[in-house]
């Protein structure tokens, strides 16, 4: 591919306006599970627009709507979010920005973007095309999808006769699918489902998947050491 | 309550995305810290995946739930989009419990 051609700039536009038509139809369920979890819908929207990282988001009102406690809620979030952080190292060095462009920078770097700037990554002018195109316009159709779920499960009440405490679990299979590309990923999960599941008749609800998360990420740290580095932003864009 | 949860939660959130911008690169950037990085959502999405399926409260139960993660993991096998595997999980956890074969 060459530099940042006519062409090219509208097949980035058109791309990243596909992915966040298909992540603002992704946050309609969010919304409604949001809703069903016992959040209000403004709670719901200010987790879409500040949190901003769809699988904190999941994550966060899975936990209360199981009745979890308030820190480990927050504490899960904030882990699943901590990918974002390398994430934006990677942009800080493609898009260098400074002053309030840092600032929206910061909040746009999620799975999407990151994930279609390095796609881009041939030509910085298209890479930073592709994460600030793919930015907002998840940005704006995930909150709007958003918005229509929690509105929509407001109206239909009693969550567990549309199986939406169903969905809860899809969203996370769904999320955590792309990511088991490689067989130390797929340990690591059947690790940590097995803790957490032996866990949780034992703990307070929320706490067996940060302990089993802790003993996993251990484990599979120890069994990749030496072994070469094969995952880097290897993940498929999938959920924010 | 909730709204502390929240708010506090999203602050934190954007403080990672933030930190990423303005601290030096050594930090994050061992070989170690990569690999735990991004091995933190593999882990608590699996962890999250069978509590929220297996579980009322601190109880292991087998109820509809089942059926809809089931349904999901096909829809993924057969490469649908995220929305459809939520839906079908919906739809199918529905219809178990308006059939009455399980709660």
Avoid: C
């Amino acid at each position: 591919m060459t530099a940042l051609t006519p062409e090219r700039r509208r097949r980035i536009i058109i791309d990243a306006i596909g992915i966040g038509a298909a992540t603002g139809a992704y946050a309609i369920s969010f919304g409604a599970i949001s809703v069903a979890a016992g959040l209000s819908v403004l709670q719901t929207q200010a987790l879409s627009s500040l949190m901003f990282t769809g699988a904190s988001q999941f994550a966060m009102v899975g936990v209360l709507g199981a009745g979890g406690g308030a820190v480990t809620a927050i504490a899960i979030a904030t882990l699943l979010g901590s990918r974002n952080a390398l994430y934006a190292l990677h942009m800080s060095t493609v898009l260098r920005p400074r002053g309030w462009r840092r600032l929206a920078a910061a909040q746009l770097t999620i799975d999407e973007s990151t994930g279609m700037a390095i796609g881009h990554q041939d030509d910085p002018p298209s890479s930073r095309l592709a994460f600030w195109s793919t930015g907002v316009a998840v940005f704006v159709l995930w909150n709007l999808g958003t918005l229509v779920g929690a509105l929509g499960a407001d109206v239909l009440g009693n969550p567990a006769r549309f199986g939406l405490d169903a969905a809860i679990p899809a969203a996370f299979l769904a999320l955590l699918w792309p990511r088991l590309v490689s067989r130390l990923t797929r340990t690591v999960a059947v690790l940590s489902a097995a803790v957490a599941l032996i866990l949780t008749p034992l703990l307070p609800s929320g706490t067996p998947v940060l302990v089993a998360g802790a003993i996993a990420v251990t484990i599979g740290v120890l069994l990749s050491r030496g072994a070469q580095e094969t995952e880097e932003f290897g993940q498929k864009a999938v959920g924010s | 309550m909730i709204w502390a949860t929240v708010l506090i939660g999203s602050i934190s959130a954007f403080a990672l995305k933030f930190a990423g911008f303005v601290i030096p690169e050594r930090f994050l950037t061992t070989t170690t810290m990569r690999r735990v990085t991004l091995l933190i959502p593999v882990s608590l999405l699996a962890g999250l995946l069978v509590v929220q399926t297996f579980s009322s409260g601190s109880t292991l139960v087998i109820d509809a739930r089942v059926v809809g993660l089931g349904a999901a993991t096909v829809s993924l096998a057969l490469r649908a989009p995220l929305l459809v595997a939520v839906l079908s999980a919906a739809a199918s956890a529905a219809l178990v419990r308006y059939l009455g074969w399980l709660p």
